[in-house]
């Protein structure tokens, strides 16, 4: 007899080549611990539906305490002839126990069990993923608390816009990773279906109560239809999207770091833990955190894109094709999990040159109040725009700065400007200006920080 699980019909030998291209243990086997998870839940299914004696089970549930035992030791001695974790874990408990293992895949596929693993383990890198998310999300409101009084340029274009508060800019970057910790939480609620039962295809002949499964390894609920069930990928590419936007997210972080740390800008130090130098200019302190943060979003979208290759196109029900959506899961699993802490090293950890951003807050950046000043003296804002527009060409000409322009050069452009307008030359006046929701001055911080806060003690 073949040593094979599926070895009774065949009797050639299979290449050796085509033994190593079929394998997936030498990559599922991280989903050990799921997998006999799944077996003992399923053991004890097969006794309720009166196909496993309460001896039999135990012998069983017990047998794979072992194999957990050998996994977390280091010690689980992989067969060449072991295809995958499933075949694998039930050879060893075959070997443990003897022949009452081979009543474990009563009525079960590795079809339906591959599809319960990963939903298994993708629930708990979830969970993982979704603490680490929030630890980044509190560290910029930590941040932003901290340093609320600084303030620096705010630009469109990469041109100098408007002054905000560098809390303003730490927070732009928080509301883009809780909107992600949202959707990490929305997407949760699709891993966490049941598809065991479903059998190759065609569902359960032995009657399991799937619902009773479902509960004993904290499913929401169990799937509804056992074709969709071992061919529904949809939840990792789900996740993997998640994956690529918030990778995205840390890519614009990454981007403005590297932008703000570079010496013509001087606004951040990056810390010697996430710095590296060159191995040949004794000068040089890299920000190759940043860099790799920015790189490897790259990797994570090549995840998401090659998983809807591999599903494109996919007949009705389980294909070999889906063996090939565990590496891609896997490779985003672990990038996003190094990704998100380091973005919180970094963060935590640089120093704000706050006189350097006050430095480059300059003069033209308060046009728009200018125009704001006749805004308040009643004048139309189109026309106030073209007046402050004028102001600054006035002062390019003179070589004035547009603050040191006099009373009377500001009303030879309007005679609405009076002596009050000097209170506009003030960065700080302008960024308290922006009180409305969302704003940049010291009150709207706040209570956007008083917002996260709590969106952060609720969820
Ligand atoms: N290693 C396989 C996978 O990852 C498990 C399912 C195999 N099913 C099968 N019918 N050969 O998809």
């Not at 690529?244 to 770091?257: K, P, Q, V, W």
């Amino acid at each position: 007899m073949s040593t094979k699980l599926w070895g009774g019909r065949f009797t050639g030998k299979t290449d050796p080549l085509m033994e190593a291209f079929n394998a997936s243990l030498p990559f599922d086997q991280r989903l050990w611990r799921v997998d006999i998870a799944g077996s003992q839940a399923y053991a004890q299914a097969l006794v309720d539906s009166g196909l496993l004696t309460q001896s039999e089970c135990k012998a069983i549930v017990d047998g794979l305490d072992e194999v957990v035992v050998e996994w977390a030791e280091g010690r689980f001695a992989v067969n060449a002839g072991d295809e995958d974790i499933h075949t694998a874990n039930e050879r060893r408990l075959a070997e443990l126990i003897g022949t009452v293992a081979g009543k474990l895949h009563t009525g079960r596929s590795r079809n339906d069990q591959i599809a319960t693993d990963i939903r298994l383990w993708l629930r708990e890198e979830v969970d993982v993923l979704r603490g680490y998310l929030n630890g980044l999300i509190t560290t910029l409101i930590e941040r932003a608390e901290q340093e609320i009084d600084i303030l620096m340029p705010g630009y469109t274009h990469l041109q100098p816009a408007q002054p905000v508060r560098w809390s303003h800019w730490l927070l732009n970057h928080a509301w883009a990773w809780q909107r992600d910790a949202e959707r990490l939480v929305e997407l949760r609620r699709r891993v966490n279906q049941l598809p065991l039962g479903a059998g190759a295809l065609a569902g359960n002949p032995f009657n399991v109560d799937r619902a009773a499964l479902a509960q004993a390894l904290g499913f929401e609920g169990v799937t509804a239809n056992s074709m969709d069930s071992v061919s529904d990928r949809d939840f990792i590419a789900e996740f993997l999207f998640w994956a690529s936007l918030t990778m995205i997210h840390m890519s614009r972080l990454a981007e403005d770091l590297i932008i703000y740390s570079s010496r013509e800008f001087g606004f951040v130090t990056l810390a010697d833990a996430y710095s590296t130098g060159s191995s040949i200019m004794p000068q040089k302190k890299n920000p190759d955190s940043m860099e790799l943060l920015r790189g490897k979003s790259g990797r994570v979208f090549g995840d998401l894109s090659g998983l809807l290759m591999t599903l494109k196109g996919l007949p009705a029900t389980y294909n070999k094709d889906l063996q090939e959506d565990k590496e891609p899961l896997f490779d985003a699993v672990d990038t996003l999990s190094s990704s998100l802490q380091i973005a919180t090293g970094v963060l935590s950890t640089l120093t704000v040159n706050a006189q350097r951003m006050a430095q480059s807050l300059v003069p033209e950046m308060l046009a728009t109040d200018l125009a704001e000043y006749l805004v308040r003296k009643g004048i139309p804002f189109r026309e106030t725009h073209h007046v402050a527009g004028t102001a600054v060409r006035l002062s390019e000409q003179s070589g004035l700065p547009l603050t040191k322009l006099t009373v009377a050069q500001l009303q030879s452009l309007h005679p609405a400007f009076g002596e009050d307008v000097l209170s506009v030359w003030d960065y700080e006046r302008s960024v308290d200006a922006r009180d409305a929701e969302g704003g940049t001055s010291r009150r709207a911080v706040l209570a956007q920080i008083g917002r996260l806060r709590q969106w952060l003690a609720t969820n």
